[in-house]
């Protein structure tokens, strides 16, 4: 694939892009996934330290990513025994297992086919991408962070939670929403129902944006 002329890439809410790859784990394919969550997330390179960083941030939080039937997968060019070596050291350095699977990418296929490399910021590096995808295979959100700047582990987290919220119960979640804070009923389509949502019992300010109490999860 020519440098100068970007991949497509993958888009929102359509099947995320298939791929059996080489793992520290041994080999992964989309399928293994079918089911639950994923969390499919690049970097651009081992042994860098904001890298370092994030993967610490991810395994302490892989717990509670379990605990919302999500798994998570790391990505980078490297070689499955730059892999191993660096995980060896984060643990060895930092007292902190990697406990999930991350993939050598060398030929960029997963890369390209997710659009990764994105020629501004490198050529031959997987920029800070991160996917999710449902248990149905559909991407549902993607994140794009510069290489000087890590992500938040935990807004990955929350984002996750939110949209599990979300596709449980039909409701959207407002700015920084949490486990136990209120949802907002989606907007009525009608004029008629406009009408009868002020008389309702949820919480409105107006017609547009009424908010109730999140339903407890089962």
């Known amino acids: 694939m020519s440098s100068d002329v970007p991949a497509s890439g993958p888009r929102l809410n359509e099947p995320a892009p298939d791929f059996e790859a080489v793992t520290t784990h041994g080999k992964r394919t989309l399928s293994d996934y079918r089911g639950r969550w994923l969390v499919l997330f690049s970097h651009p390179s081992d042994f860098t330290p904001v890298c370092t960083t994030e993967f610490m941030a991810f395994a302490r939080a892989h717990d509670a990513f379990q605990a919302l039937n999500c798994d998570l997968l790391g990505l980078s060019i490297d070689s499955v025994f730059s892999h191993v070596a660096w995980t060896r050291n984060i643990q060895e350095k930092f007292d902190v297992a990697i406990p999930f699977p991350i993939i050598e990418?060398?030929?960029?296929?997963?890369?390209?086919?997710?659009?990764?490399?994105?020629?501004?910021?490198?050529?031959t590096?997987?920029?800070?991408?991160?996917?999710?995808?449902?248990?149905?295979?559909?991407?549902?959100?993607?994140?794009?962070?510069?290489?000087?700047?890590?992500?938040?582990v935990d807004e990955v987290l929350r984002l996750v939670d939110a949209m599990q919220m979300s596709d449980a119960h039909h409701v959207a979640t407002p700015e920084g929403w949490r486990r136990g804070d209120k949802v907002i009923v989606p907007p009525p389509k009608t004029s008629e129902d406009a009408m009868a949502r002020m008389s309702e019992a949820e919480e409105c300010v107006d017609w547009y944006f009424c908010t109730k109490d999140a339903p407890v999860p089962a």
């Open 125 to 152: 590096s997987a920029v800070r991408a991160l996917y999710v995808i449902d248990p149905e295979g559909i991407l549902r959100a993607m994140l794009y962070y510069p290489m000087s700047n890590g992500r938040s």
């Open 105 to 123: 990418d060398l030929s960029m296929k997963v890369a390209h086919a997710y659009g990764m490399i994105q020629p501004g910021a490198s050529d």
